[in-house]
Nanobody, 115 residues
Framework: QVQLVESGGGLVQAGGSLRRSCAAS????????MGWYRQAPGKQRELGAT???????NSADSVKGRFTISRDHVKITVTLQMDSLRPEDTAVYYC?????????WGQGTPVTVSS
């Protein structure tokens, strides 16, 4: 079993920045892709950004150029740096970690961007 602890997030004005981090612990053998998804009120959960074990990244078009994802293999953390935030970025952000065939989700933390 893998436990995920998320930190960061909160309330920020449009144009501001926030950083989200997620730390994995537990019965970890191999960590594959790590990433962040988000779910806005009344909408489906969608991709934010992901990073593979070799550092390849993928992100939604809506966040390209504004969000940066990184990971630390020693600390087993994934971090999402969110810059130039917009009100439409308001959502609950969830950490995702894959290990083998399993996928683990964090508890989710809201990010609110005020205009």
């Amino acid at each position: 079993q893998v436990q995920l602890v998320e930190s960061g997030g909160g309330l920020v004005q449009a144009g501001g920045s926030l950083r989200r981090s997620c730390a994995a612990s537990g019965s970890i053998f191999t960590i594959g892709t790590m990433g962040w998804y988000r779910q806005a009120p009344g909408k489906q959960r969608e991709l934010g950004a992901t990073i593979t074990s070799v550092g390849s990244t993928n992100s939604a078009d809506s966040v390209k150029g504004r969000f940066t994802i990184s990971r630390d293999h020693v600390k087993i953390t994934v971090t999402l740096q969110m810059d130039s935030l917009r009100p439409e970025d308001t959502a609950v952000y969830y950490c995702l970690v894959s290990s083998g065939r399993a996928a683990y989700w964090g508890q989710g933390t809201p990010v609110t961007v005020s205009s």
